[in-house]
């Protein structure tokens, strides 16, 4: 059976996307089948995420999201603007007939963790509909204690336990960087594992953050089991 493993985030620009592909890439590394879908894409520019995602696993397909959207905004939003009826349903069959034959089959979100893909739904859903684990990205910057803890409390919620967090190394370092992972195991304490699932990744390379992210494949692997 192929394992799912939903990629979401704190925000916007935190990271997803480069995650995602490092992961992919350490799966691939590793001999795991694996595919990575973008389900919805909004205002892509120059090469789209589910294109770098394709890249980063050498999938044949998918190299396009499922749905594409113009304007960069909220999928539910940038499909209002377009007259565009979205159909969470038909994304999953979707998913589910790329992601046969895969063992792992990466899910990236689009947005924070309650970003509207449609106007009733959002990552959490697709999460349940999927049985997936739930990796959460996070910057490593001023701020990312509130915007972390809010989402971890918002997946628990929802029934959702993360099965790992990620902070990824911003473009431009602040005070915080390089503190927060510590300052969230103590925040978050009273959550029991969650709080010792947490990377840090440095800034480089696809290659070189998927060799940062072995502790994070293991627990993936833990959280499905």
Known sequence: MTRFVVVTGTDTNVGKTFIARALARALVRAGTRVVAIKPFE????????????????GQAEPRTAIVSLRDPLAPA???DREGVTL?????????????RGAEVALVEGAGGVLSPLTWDADITTLAHQ???AVLLVASDRLGTLSAT??????LLDTWLVPAAIVLSAPAEADLSTGLNADALR????AFGTIAQRIAEVPRGSIDSVADAL????AWLVDARS
């Open 42 to 57: 909004s205002g892509a520019s120059g090469d789209p995420d589910a294109s770098l995602l394709a890249d980063a696993t």
């Open 77 to 79: 939003m940038a499909a």
């Open 149 to 154: 803890h809010c989402a971890v409390q918002t």
């Open 186 to 189: 103590r925040r978050l304490s």
């Open 214 to 217: 072995a502790p994070v494949m």
């Open 130 to 132: 999927l049985d997936a």
């Open 87 to 99: 159909d969470l349903s038909a994304v999953k069959l979707r998913i589910l007939e790329l992601a």
